[in-house]
């Protein structure tokens, strides 16, 4: 007899997902979440299978959620065993830290080694888990994986693989060809070997979203090795958490792409579908017959208020009445989620359920400002305007040839601009007109174009990139001309953190508009960030979050800069990082985005440029 009875809410769940049920189910990830309800420290939860499950399944009894989950940190199980770094917390999930990552290079490829699924990393540890949902709960084992790309992404990092999809794709394919034979199809295959009652496997790729990659790229390099994968696996392969839908001009195409590794059902989740508003997600459900998954962002049960929660869990319940069949998802409740907010969201959920609707029919995704619309961008780089009203009246040689060095670093080639910004040294030019009218306009250009979303992520890396290419070109005479970098800035991903795509988009774009960047890496204590600071002498500091549960590292740290009365003035940002934050941290500045920091950055080093001119 199991200790756990979740039996009537895996019932209503499984008629939900197929013939339809009247009481719309509402199941949420909350490993992290029934980490700190357990008062289990990080370090051990993940590491007990018995001590994993049992917290799972009582937080889920006491909160009453539908069923548990008992999706554990997918993404970093593959890479352990594969050999990369992995960093263990008390308070929160572990995380992959990508120091030094395994592949560098297409011979580091052959030296990977196919890990053993009985004893590599915590591999076993997912044996264990899959026995216990068993033994306590009476749940069918359900074997979780990281999806190819983000494995791929952990392995050589995301820039890397940006950089080698587009110049090296063969690279990719063969170490996508490792991680689908040798890696995951194995360790999904022994799983279900233990556990032949399995029905599917299902997969985890948050990496492989836009606008982080292009849809070619999810179709090429995502969705193939996952489709690769679903011939080695004995039982169906989904995978059904790729992001990005409101940032896509070909809506219906990216839902046929996640149907083609998700057949079942289609999942939208917030940010796009608060974006989107549920009427595009009703329509395409009910033409194709397909129950929906609606996923809640955890920010709105982070940061509520009450009203927000239930809102936002009535707007949703009510399109998946509306389309007949589908659940209600809460994408990772943290361990920072208040518990009084997940209480307040069951609540809202049996309220709809007994019919008691006080917003029946109100729709606010959707609307201007759950796009975003009312918020800032930035204008238009004036030195560009004005370098092309220069150059449509009077159009010099040097002109034509700042024009070209222009369009090389729009276009992405770095090979192009090179050669040009050689042969504009050889002619004599002047470096700075160089610098500032050829290769920091055109950045200046790019990013307004990310920040419309006019182009994804890999085209500003590689226009970054090329950028970098050219000033590395004339970085020697600018030295011997004694010319000064624009400014020092100092970045790091703070404690308990270890995103870093965006920071490493900002630190480009910095070094694009002529700073000197030493980047720290994730993952940074306050401490170590202040030490680095004192040797480094920055003009600013740049602190970068993704996690609401490290926004409280990047308060300490700002605390200490201030508490130690540090005079180096500190840039914050990154998603859940807002205004309003950085303001009741008193940082001195936010940037939105890559492109607002370095204005942002411009600001401050512009200000403490006037204090030493005034002082002087
Ligand atoms: Co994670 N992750 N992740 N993740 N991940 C998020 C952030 C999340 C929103 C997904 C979700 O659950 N909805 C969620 C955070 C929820 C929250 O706290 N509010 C989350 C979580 C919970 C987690 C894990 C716990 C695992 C899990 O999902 N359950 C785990 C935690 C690990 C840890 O850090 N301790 C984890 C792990 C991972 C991967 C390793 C798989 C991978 C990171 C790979 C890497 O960075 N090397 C990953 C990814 C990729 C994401 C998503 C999909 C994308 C983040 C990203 O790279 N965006 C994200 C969900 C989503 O956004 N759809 C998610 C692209 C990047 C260009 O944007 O970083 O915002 P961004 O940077 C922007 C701006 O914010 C700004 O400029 C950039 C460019 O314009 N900016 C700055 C950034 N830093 C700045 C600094 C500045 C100024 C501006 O001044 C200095």
């Not at 999706?71 to 050999?83: F, H, K, R, S, T």
């Not at 193939?224 to 958490?241: A, F, H, I, M, T």
């Not at 989740?269 to 996923?295: C, M, R, S, T, W």
């Amino acid at each position: 007899m199991a200790e756990f009875d979740f039996s009537t809410g895996i019932k209503r769940l499984s008629e939900a997902m197929t013939s339809g049920c009247s009481e719309v189910p509402f199941i949420a990830q909350a490993h992290e979440f029934s980490m700190r309800e357990s008062g289990i420290p990080g370090d051990e939860f993940y590491t007990d299978a018995k001590k994993f499950v049992r917290g799972i399944c009582q937080v889920s009894e006491r909160f009453g959620f539908d069923t548990p989950s008992f999706i554990w940190d997918v993404y970093n199980i593959e890479a352990e065993a594969l050999g990369c770094g992995l960093v263990t917390f008390k308070d929160m999930a572990p995380a992959i830290e990508n120091v030094d990552p395994l592949v560098k290079c297409e011979r580091d490829i052959g030296r990977l080694k196919a890990p053993d699924p009985y004893s590599a990393g915590r591999m076993p540890m997912i044996f264990e888990i899959l026995h216990e949902m068993k033994t306590q709960a009476n749940i069918t084992p359900l074997p979780c994986f990281c999806a190819p790309f983000t494995l791929a992404s952990h392995v050589m990092t995301f820039e890397n693989l940006v950089v080698q999809m587009l110049e090296n794709p063969q690279l990719v394919h063969k170490l996508m060809r490792f991680l689908v034979d040798e890696v995951i199809a194995p360790y999904m295959n022994a799983l279900i070997e233990e556990f032949p009652e399995t029905e599917f496997v299902d997969g985890s790729d948050a990496v492989a979203s836009l606008p982080f990659i292009t849809q070619d790229m999810l179709e090429e390099f995502a969705l193939g090795p996952l489709e690769r994968l679903q011939k080695q696996v004995s039982r169906p392969v989904y995978c059904d958490n790729w992001w990005g839908d409101s940032f896509t001009n070909d809506l219906h195409g990216f839902w046929a792409q996640k149907l083609r590794v998700t057949p079942g059902f289609l999942k939208v989740q917030d940010p796009d579908l608060f974006k989107l508003g549920v009427q595009p997600v009703i329509d395409y459900a009910k033409e194709k017959n397909l129950p929906v998954v609606l996923g809640v962002d955890n920010n709105v049960f982070q940061n509520g208020p009450k009203q927000e929660i239930q809102m936002r869990i009535h707007e949703y319940m009510e399109a998946i009445e509306e389309v007949g069949k589908g659940a209600v998802y809460l994408c990772s409740l943290s361990a920072v989620t208040p518990a009084e907010n997940v209480e307040i969201a069951i609540a809202s959920a049996r309220q709809f359920r007994t019919g008691d609707r006080p917003w029946a029919g109100q729709r606010r995704a959707g609307s201007p400002e759950a796009r975003g619309e009312t918020s800032a961008r930035i204008d238009a780089s004036t030195d560009v305007v004005a370098r092309q009203a220069v150059s449509d009246v009077v159009a010099t040689e040097e002109d034509l040839m700042l024009d070209d060095i222009f369009d090389a670093v729009l276009d992405q080639d770095d090979g192009e601009v090179v050669g040009l910004v050689s042969s504009a040294l050889e002619k004599n030019m002047d470096v700075h007109e160089i610098l500032n009218e050829g290769l920091i306009a055109a950045m200046d250009e790019v990013g307004d174009d990310f920040s419309e979303g006019k182009i994804f992520v890999p085209e500003m890396l590689m226009a970054a990139r090329a950028m970098k290419a050219g000033l590395n070109v004339i970085r020697p005479v600018l030295t011997e001309t004694g010319a000064p970098p624009k400014g020092k800035v100092l970045l790091a991903t703070v404690q308990g953190d270890v995103h870093d795509i965006g920071k490493n988009l900002v630190g480009m774009m910095l070094e694009g508009a002529g700073y000197e960047v030493l980047d720290l890496g994730v993952n940074k204590t306050p401490e170590e960030i202040l030490e680095r600071a004192d040797g480094f002498k920055p003009d600013v500091v740049g602190l970068s979050a993704l996690l609401t549960t490290s926004m409280p590292s990047m308060q300490k740290t700002v605390a200490l800069f201030r508490r130690l009365k540090s005079e180096f003035p500190v840039v914050v940002g990154g998603a859940p990082v807002t205004q309003e934050f950085a303001d009741v941290i008193e940082a001195d500045g936010f940037g939105e985005n890559a492109p607002l920091a370095v204005a942002t950055v411009h600001r401050l080093v512009a200000l403490q440029n006037n204090a030493t001119q005034l002082a002087g």
